[in-house]
């Protein structure tokens, strides 16, 4: 079965620093694509990034890169230079196509972040 | 301007009321997705949809029915709510199950 796995429930840094959150998926699929969200204090969901599996290039957004390991089936997401408001819940997720014929996302547990002055 | 819509963003009911939540997206996104998210379940998928007319059945189904009258609107009905269905409700839309975009949340009290 797909599976998500954010084995990291919650993870404190000091501002300015980097820090790495881990995910790790289960899939049966060739090709697959990642994604990671946000969700902060308010409750809002942000997309952040994606990546592609056939894609041997790290993605990276502004101060978001992702550390993709295919053959360990991991997709970490990397925070350079932390910043207060980059504290919020972080959710990792694959697309899962559904026996229903359609597209769904499977997400992980999550995993807080707090960043502290 | 927001892309994914949602309203009431808080709406209170009591044990056996009718309730609709609403869901506008102006992503041109053919799928959206209803969830519910509870403290130590993470976001579960209670219904979604490919377009107007389709719907497709997600993990959480039990007490919802939910209804896509066009390619912007997707609704979720609680016909008889109860004090389980106590959450926090989001809609997303998506263009072919890629990245989906959240609306801002409701939160539905059932007393």
């Known amino acids: 079965a797909q599976k998500v796995t954010q084995t990291q429930t919650s993870i404190s840094v000091v501002e300015k620093t980097t820090v790495t959150m881990d995910c790790v998926y289960e899939t049966r699929d060739s090709s697959y694509f990642l994604f990671w969200y946000k969700q902060t204090a308010s409750g809002e969901i942000v997309f952040l990034i994606r990546q592609d599996s056939y894609k041997k290039e790290n993605a990276t957004v502004g101060h978001y890169s992702l550390n993709f390991q295919k053959p360990k089936s991991s997709i970490g997401l990397i925070i350079t230079a932390t910043q207060i408001e980059d504290s919020a819940v972080y959710f990792c997720?694959?697309?899962?196509?559904?026996?229903?014929?359609?597209?769904?996302?499977?997400f992980g547990s999550g995993t807080q972040l707090t960043v502290m002055p | 301007e927001a892309a994914v819509t949602q309203s009431p963003r808080n709406k209170v009911t009591v044990t056996g009321g009718n309730v609709t939540l609403s869901c506008r997206q102006t992503?041109?996104?053919?799928?959206m997705y209803w969830y519910r998210q509870d403290t130590g379940h993470g976001l579960r998928l209670i219904h979604y949809?490919?377009?107007?007319?389709?719907?497709q059945i997600g993990d959480v189904p039990d007490g919802y029915k939910a209804t896509r009258t066009t390619q912007e609107d997707f609704f979720l009905l609680l016909e008889l709510a109860s004090p389980s269905q106590t959450s926090l409700y989001f809609c997303a839309s998506s263009e072919r199950g890629n990245e989906q975009y959240f609306g801002p949340g409701t939160r539905l009290t059932v007393l």
């Open positions: 997720a694959m697309r899962d196509f559904a026996s229903s014929g359609s597209w769904q996302l499977i």
């Open positions: 992503n041109s996104h053919n799928y």
């Open positions: 949809s490919y377009g107007a007319g389709n719907l």
